[in-house]
Each structure stands twice: as structure tokens, then as C-alpha cells.
């Protein structure tokens, strides 16, 4: 499996960006599919994730309410939708693939293939 992130940049307190992931693999239908983040001087933590048919997500309690996770089996991507981001929300974002078929979600599942990641900076 292969993942390739997308659409980071800088933007202001307050505004959007939407990440963007298109995995490859036979089975991709199949796999849960995360986000995680990783700010300078900090442990990496999962953002959110979603389950094979998209009717089960996760996210962490900080950006929940602000940050949608959806995915679009037909193209083979995953997106993170970040809308009024604030400075804590700098980091490098990473998207991720989990190869179970489940049906709850979290991040803490096995996560066994990740992309590279895609720098997210929010200035104040």
C-alpha cells in the first residue's frame, strides 16, 4: 500500500486547508484510513480516522467539531476538511492505513502503512 498526502500550506488562525491522501492497493476498499499530526517537540497523534464504508469515524477531542474526515472509495482517496484552525494545529500531517475491515474505529489500531507527511502552518 501506498499513500501520498497532500494539500498542507500556511494559512491564518481561522481559516481552512483540506488534506487530501489517495492510497493505492488491491484491497483498498477495504482498510481504515487516518490522519495523524506531529508538532515540533511533540509525540504524534491521530487526528481521525474512518472506517472501510464510512459510517464510522474517530477524532480526537481537539479538533472535533472542526475537522471532517471522509473518504471516496471510487477514487481512492481520503480527505481531512480543517476548518478554523488554530496555531496549536501546526504540525506535519500524516495520513495512514490500518488493513482491517472494521467497524469502530480509533487510533489505535494497527496503522500498518503511512505516507509521507504534508506540513500544515497556522499563523496567528
Known amino acids: 500500500v501506498q499513500l501520498q498526502a497532500s494539500g498542507g500550506g500556511l494559512v491564518q488562525a481561522g481559516g481552512s486547508l483540506r488534506l487530501s491522501c489517495a492510497a493505492s492497493?488491491?484491497?483498498?476498499?477495504?482498510?481504515?484510513l487516518g490522519w495523524f499530526r506531529q508538532a515540533p517537540g511533540k509525540e504524534r497523534e491521530g487526528v481521525a480516522a474512518i472506517n472501510w464504508d464510512g459510517d464510522n469515524t474517530y477524532y480526537v477531542d481537539s479538533v472535533k467539531g472542526r475537522f471532517t474526515i471522509s473518504r471516496d472509495n471510487a477514487k481512492s482517496m481520503v480527505y481531512l476538511q480543517m476548518n478554523s484552525l488554530k496555531p496549536d494545529d501546526t504540525a506535519v500531517y500524516y495520513c495512514?492505513?490500518?488493513?482491517?475491515?472494521?467497524?469502530?474505529?480509533?487510533?489505535?489500531?494497527?496503522?500498518?502503512?503511512w505516507g509521507k507527511g504534508t506540513l500544515v502552518t497556522v499563523s496567528s
Open positions: 492497493g488491491r484491497t483498498y476498499n477495504d482498510y481504515t
Open positions: 495512514a492505513a490500518d488493513m482491517g475491515r472494521r467497524t469502530v474505529v480509533s487510533d489505535k489500531l494497527s496503522w500498518e502503512y
